[in-house]
């Protein structure tokens, strides 16, 4: 699991069976790279998710849907730089 940030939709006019009933969007990771991810939650631009990916994700949203990344669940309250630690509260040996 990955928590990422939703950035937009992803708009296609035609899709393989598998895909054509299903909303997609375009997540970055902390290292800025940009992911696709089938999402049946509702995620809207700006929320932070958590996302499913390999063979999970296609378990969590249906065997019918072809994905391997899935957003799993939009996250209520996230602060990007608050989970990373303090350089300055580290002590050298």
């Known amino acids: 699991m990955e928590i990422m940030q939703v950035e937009r939709s992803l708009v296609c006019?035609?899709?393989i069976p598998g895909l054509e009933s299903?909303?997609?969007?375009?997540?970055?990771?902390?290292?800025g790279a940009r992911a696709v991810a089938v999402d049946t939650l509702g995620a809207r631009p700006g929320n932070w998710v958590f996302t499913i990916s390999g063979s999970a994700a296609r378990l969590a949203v249906?065997?019918?849907i072809l994905t391997d990344l899935s957003i799993g669940g939009i996250i209520d309250h996230w602060e990007r730089d608050a989970?990373?630690?303090?350089?300055?509260?580290q002590r050298s040996c």
């Open 83 to 89: 989970a990373r630690p303090d350089p300055r509260s």
């Open 22 to 31: 299903v909303s997609l969007r375009v997540l970055r990771g902390a290292r």
């Open 13 to 15: 006019s035609r899709r």
């Open 62 to 64: 249906g065997k019918s």
